[in-house]
């Protein structure tokens, strides 16, 4: 089983529309949730980090943690070309961060 | 504010040579980490180090070492290198902890083994 398993893309949403990304993760010690956004030939940049459950917004973004479930999810609204990336889910556990293969979405104008 | 500094950024070598990439952190970091970009693997963790000291592996032969200076910068070394070790490296450098942590990529070093 993988450490971190993310929901397979690739995503295509329509412009203003809402992408909802997935994260399972499997070791129930994991301390810390952080989504990363990596456009093609770029290092990845943090969205959002999460620690405890429930949700956390910030601006076009949420991510919502649910500790029981071991689940992780990013909510991106009105979702603009510039979205157009691949978004990696990464779970932290004892100074290591296990990232998720990735989904990439693609916001069509 | 500088970002994290990985030199080189490209780099060819062939098999069975050994490779030295280096990472300077953000200023003021003092965790360093390392990771290996592939198509078919993804990221994956190698190694982080905090104050000189490495609190954490990943799986990883034996072939792939790092240090980290007294200054937080940090060397990473391949060694016999093998066709599979063509990747991206990348660093990132982090401070704070927990849901404070903040996480910076460098650009990376594209090795090529030939």
């Known amino acids: 089983q993988k450490e971190v398993e993310q929901n397979s893309g690739p995503l295509s949403v329509p412009e203003g529309a809402i992408a909802s990304l997935n994260c399972t993760y499997s070791?129930?010690?994991?301390?810390?949730f952080f989504w990363y956004r990596q456009y093609s030939g770029k290092s990845p940049e943090l969205i959002m980090s999460i620690y405890s459950n429930g949700d956390k917004e910030d601006g076009r973004f949420t991510a919502q943690l649910n500790k029981a479930s071991q689940y992780v999810s990013l909510l991106i609204r009105d979702s603009q070309p510039s979205d157009s990336a691949t978004y990696l889910c990464a779970v932290k556990i004892d100074y290591k961060l296990s990232f998720g293969a990735g989904t990439t979405v693609t916001v069509r104008a | 504010k500088a970002g994290v500094t990985q030199t080189p950024r490209y780099l060819i070598k062939t098999r069975g040579q050994q490779v030295t990439l280096s990472c300077s952190p953000i200023s003021g970091h003092r965790s360093v980490s390392w990771y290996q970009q592939t198509p078919g693997q993804g990221l994956q963790f190698l190694f982080e180090y905090f104050s000189e000291t490495q609190r954490n592996k990943g799986n990883f032969p034996g072939r792939f070492s790092g240090r980290q200076f007294s200054n937080s910068r940090s060397e990473m070394n391949v060694s016999t290198l093998e066709l599979g070790d063509s990747a991206l490296y990348l660093c990132?450098?982090?401070?704070?902890?927990?849901?404070?942590?903040?996480?910076?990529f460098g650009s990376g070093t594209q090795l090529s083994v030939l």
């Open positions: 990132a450098s982090s401070v704070g902890s927990g849901e404070n942590e903040k996480l910076f």
């Open positions: 070791d129930r010690g994991s301390q810390s």
